[in-house]
């Protein structure tokens, strides 16, 4: 049998007279918590010397209200008490149970009403819903319905009977060396030989520690600052803008039209206030309109300045990146922004309202598609995924445009963010004379996948299993 401890001891010894008691009335014997003796009994049960029952007790506690209900009677009661023949709605709206009570005799089927008229229906009665008041049952469905009107209030208490078993009572017989365990010996007691009297500590090293739970930082936060710091240490730097942003910004700037579905109210917030537009608009109106003073065509029609004045939640971080290049016309530029956006999205596994979104830009001399593609291809790497491959896309304000794959293990190829060069008609309005590389792509699905997660709802819960069971650290990149 293995080694009982010092306190497993004292607690046999003080069942051999008790036989059995509850958890409290031992705590007093010892001098102890009643949580520590069911810790104690506990480890005696696993060597089959005393046992550890769990009793669960429930109790049905009076709200205010229901106080007030146990006198009177409840307001359905006093209610069929009040009505008297040829009553009508009238009468009853003076008593001051009508309020919960009228409703409650008609969910019943208590009373009958005809126009005005009020009437008890054959035989009506609350008795059983007064009795459930009286004496509350746990699987009575009136009293869970007195539950859910908040008139009783369900309380579990939970207590624990500990016995000894005959195998407990045979070994506390034979007597226990009741010192103290020693678990620590100091330099004078090894060097004057008294460690040889001491009662010392027996310890199992088999067994596996308590586990500790430290705090730690949440997953989907360790992710967000591991791309930021793979793209600070790839020379990029962080912008950072306001989730209002105006329409102009968000949307006309980038070359995306007035009429276009994503603007409609399905995709966007749009809010209340407006901004005034910028200096210099009027190259981005003519662009729409006419193409400016490029060969484009634009989109025509008539560009509407209240529409690009008025102000919505972010759809995209794009709208950041943009006013930083308009800022910043001249190279290089080499930035990225990670931040929340908003879309009216019906919420699903797959799907939220609100998700972060990392997007970034590139402007210089000579910059190509390639440079692109090398980009992307090094940040996917020192996130861990190692297949990545490219296929052709369309979006309003690149081109060429691009979707990025990455490979999965059992899973196939999954499109992670899309890409491309902006279009002449977005950097000509700004002033920009340089190719701008940009490219962006939804934080939620790498965590998604990084965190083996099969619902994108599991990133915002306060789960504290999952986030215990989610280790803090990635040691080496490479690999999910």
Not at 283 to 307: L, P, Q, Y
Request: with cysteine; glycine share 10%.
């Amino acid at each position: 049998m293995a080694e009982l401890t010092q306190n497993e001891k004292r607690l046999l010894a003080t069942l051999e007279k008790e036989m059995s008691a509850e958890a409290p009335r031992l705590a007093g014997l010892l001098g102890a918590t009643p949580e520590a003796v069911v810790q104690w009994a506990q480890l005696a049960q696993e060597k089959g010397l005393a046992t550890a029952d769990r009793v669960v007790a429930r109790e049905f506690i009076y709200t205010d209200e229901g106080k007030a209900y146990l006198e009177k009677g409840l307001p359905e009661t006093q209610l069929l008490r009040f009505i008297q023949p040829g009553a009508v709605v009238a009468d009853l709206q003076k008593h001051e149970a009508f309020r919960i009570g009228f409703g409650q005799l008609r969910k019943k089927g208590l009373v009958k009403v005809e126009g005005s008229s009020v009437a008890k229906t054959p035989g009506s009665s609350t008795d059983a819903d007064e009795n459930a008041l009286k004496t509350p049952s746990p699987d009575d469905p009136r009293t869970k319905e007195l539950i859910r009107r908040g008139i009783l209030q369900e309380s579990e208490t939970v207590r624990y009977l500990i016995a000894i078993t005959p195998e407990g009572l045979a070994l506390a017989r034979k007597g226990f060396d009741l010192r103290a365990d020693t678990g620590t010996l100091t330099r004078d007691q090894i060097i004057s030989g008294e460690w040889k009297k001491l009662n010392l500590r027996r310890y199992d090293v088999t067994k596996l520690p308590k586990k500790t739970f430290p705090g730690k930082i949440h997953p989907y936060q360790r992710i967000i600052g591991e791309m930021r710091e793979i793209l600070l240490e790839m020379g990029f730097e962080e912008l950072y803008g306001g989730i209002v942003q105006q329409s102009y910004w968000n949307f006309d700037a980038l070359f995306q039209p007035q009429d276009h579905p994503a603007r409609e109210m399905q995709d966007t917030f749009y809010l209340r206030e407006t901004l005034p537009l910028p200096d210099g608009y009027e190259k981005v109106k003519a662009m729409h309109e006419c193409g400016g003073d490029t060969s484009s065509t634009g989109w025509g029609g008539v560009w509407k300045e209240e529409k690009a004045e008025q102000c919505v939640l972010r759809t995209h971080t794009t709208s950041v990146s943009i006013q930083h290049l308009a800022m910043n016309p001249n190279p290089p530029v080499k930035a990225f922004c990670i931040g929340r956006v908003y879309r009216r999205e019906t919420i699903d596994p797959t799907h939220l309202a609100e998700f972060e979104q990392l997007e970034g830009v590139v402007m210089d001399e000579g910059v190509t598609f390639g440079n692109l593609l090398g980009i992307l291809r090094e940040f996917y790497h020192r996130m861990g995924f190692e297949g990545v491959r490219f296929k052709p896309s369309y979006y309003p304000y690149t081109e060429p445009s691009l979707d990025a794959e990455v490979y999965i293990e059992g899973i196939g190829w999954i499109e992670m963010g899309g890409a491309g060069i902006f279009r002449e008609e977005v950097t000509a309005p700004l002033g920009i004379n340089y190719p701008v590389l940009a490219w962006g792509l939804g934080v939620s699905r790498i965590a998604m996948l990084r965190l083996g997660l099969k619902d994108l709802r599991y990133l915002h819960r306060s789960d504290v299993e999952f986030l215990r069971k989610t280790p803090a650290l990635r040691h080496t990149r490479g690999g999910i």
